[in-house]
């Protein structure tokens, strides 16, 4: 394997500074992120629900879920927290999601999608409009189906980040390569892949999780849990939602040093794969082999702190 990067938790701390925006009771509701997740069908409506109460929770000031008619009455009925939308079945779906696109800071696209063609077709005209717009696009599960089928749909959009398993990774790799990759150099098969796809940011998730945009390569290795309930790719998704539209606020805003180091794509990538891991370790300690996703959600807010907040001094 290659010389590859990791940060510690001085580096971890100074890039959550450069990107988290500070709580201030001179914003207005909006200002600190509103994420879309483009998800959530009959069968599958846990998904959308995690990604999306994921980002709310970790400091999204508006979450929205754009769904199927089947899926919206059980997401509504878990929280009433986020803003439902039971339009992607709809004929009419892309113009109804297409009124709401440019009010918002990221989408992620693709927990609890489902592989209905019609839905996937409306799908990538929502990515395609998303990029006119420069809206970050974090592309997760059933998501990363769609971009399998059809890569072109993302190649040279800089501004998307792709989340994939191994197998996940495995499949798109083949689809571009024709060959698969090798097992052996996964962080060199992560970046060749990364630049065949235009310098798009690939989060390869796994024992630890390589993120690179085809140049730089990040790697986090603190362990999570061993515990492997679902969901926990949706609360990663979902932050990384959150953390994308941030780090893209800084970087228009007020660009710095450690904002330079890497594309923000990479560092929302790494904040959130360090609050979720963070998030399995402690809902891990305190549930067991009983710990779900729930329990991660749950330590979102002590994990947070713990990462990226200034430790406080003892008087």
């Known amino acids: 394997m290659r010389k590859m990067t990791t940060l ?47 980002a709310l929770k970790a400091g999204a000031d508006l979450s929205h879920v754009f769904c199927t008619e089947g899926a919206s009455p059980v997401i509504k009925a878990y929280s009433p927290e986020l803003i439902v939308h039971p339009v992607l079945d709809w004929t009419n779906s892309v113009g109804e999601i297409l009124q709401w ?10 927990p609890g999608l489902g592989r209905e063609e019609q839905i ?8 395609e409009k998303a990029k006119e717009k420069n809206i970050p696009i974090v592309i997760d599960a059933d998501g990363l189906f769609l971009v399998t089928q059809n890569p072109a749909i993302i190649k040279g959009y800089t501004n998307a980040v792709l989340t994939p398993n191994a197998a996940e990774f495995g499949r798109l790799y083949k689809k571009v390569f024709n060959t698969d990759p090798n097992s ?24 630890h999780d390589i993120i690179s945009d085809g140049d730089k390569v ?5 362990p999570g849990s061993p515990r492997r309930c679902g969901g926990q790719g949706d609360l990663l998704s979902g932050t990384m939602g959150l953390f994308a539209a ?17 594309p923000y794509g990479m560092q929302a990538a790494y904040l959130a794969c360090a609050l979720t891991r963070e998030c399995a370790r402690r809902a891990f300690q305190l549930n067991g082999r009983s710990m779900t996703t729930t329990d991660m959600i749950a330590q979102i807010h002590a994990s947070f702190e713990d990462l990226f907040s200034e430790p406080q001094s003892v008087s």
């Open 120 to 127: 996937l077709n409306s799908t990538s005209a929502v990515i």
């Open 184 to 207: 052996e150099e996964p962080v060199d098969s992560v970046k060749q892949l990364c630049r065949e796809l235009g310098s798009v940011t690939i989060v390869h998730k796994g024992a």
């Open 246 to 262: 941030w780090a893209k606020f800084a970087q228009d805003e007020s660009p710095s040093e450690s904002i330079s180091t890497y």
């Open 8 to 54: 510690n938790a001085g580096q971890l701390l100074a890039l959550a500074k450069s990107v988290v925006p500070p709580l201030q009771y001179t914003k207005h509701k909006g200002q600190a992120g509103r994420v879309a997740v483009i998800g959530g069908c009959k069968e599958y409506t846990g998904a959308p629900y995690f990604a999306a109460i994921s």
């Open 218 to 222: 990040l790697m986090y290795f603190n």
């Open 101 to 110: 696109l440019p009010r918002f800071h990221s989408i992620v696209v693709g």
